[in-house]
């Protein structure tokens, strides 16, 4: 069986991008980047990352409504999905409710002590983090 691993967590949003991954045995995600949309082109970065750091799964977050069904948002990752998917044909993409995965991002966050304005730049990339590691624990059963 191929590795998913290490595997690109993927936050996505209209105006930033934020980016998290695996370690090459998934143990772990850790921040990566914010692609800033209007300096630069989420998709181009996004197969630059997928080439320079051997990624082998695409796991992109997923707007979920409490009530579980999917809106106007879900609809925006799913077509940013499939342009990954024809920018990247033959690698594995999950989709994963990210449902609260900023909430908890910004929770974790302040506990470590920081304030609002300082994780601002940072908090796409925790989202994404949070995004990978609920993955991560589905794919441990």
């Not at 106007?72 to 990247?88: D, I, P, S």
């Not at 999950?94 to 002590?113: N, P, R, S, W, Y």
Request: proline share 5%.
């Amino acid at each position: 069986m191929t590795s998913q691993h290490p595997a690109l967590g993927i936050d996505y949003g209209e105006a930033r991008i934020g980016i998290a991954a695996t370690d090459p045995v998934g143990i772990m995600a850790h921040p990566v980047e914010t692609i800033h949309r209007h300096k630069t082109d989420g998709v181009t970065r996004i197969v630059q990352l997928v080439q320079e750091r051997g990624i082998r799964t695409l796991v992109l977050g997923i707007p979920v409504r409490m009530d579980g069904t999917e809106g106007t948002a879900a609809a925006k990752v799913r077509a940013f999905g499939r342009e990954l998917a024809a920018a990247l044909p033959g690698l594995p993409m999950v989709f994963m409710d990210e449902c609260l995965t900023t909430v908890i991002a910004q929770e974790k966050l302040h506990a470590a002590g920081k304030k609002e304005k300082s994780f601002r730049p940072i908090i796409d990339q925790v989202a994404a983090v949070e995004i990978l590691n609920t993955w991560l624990d589905s794919t441990l059963g």
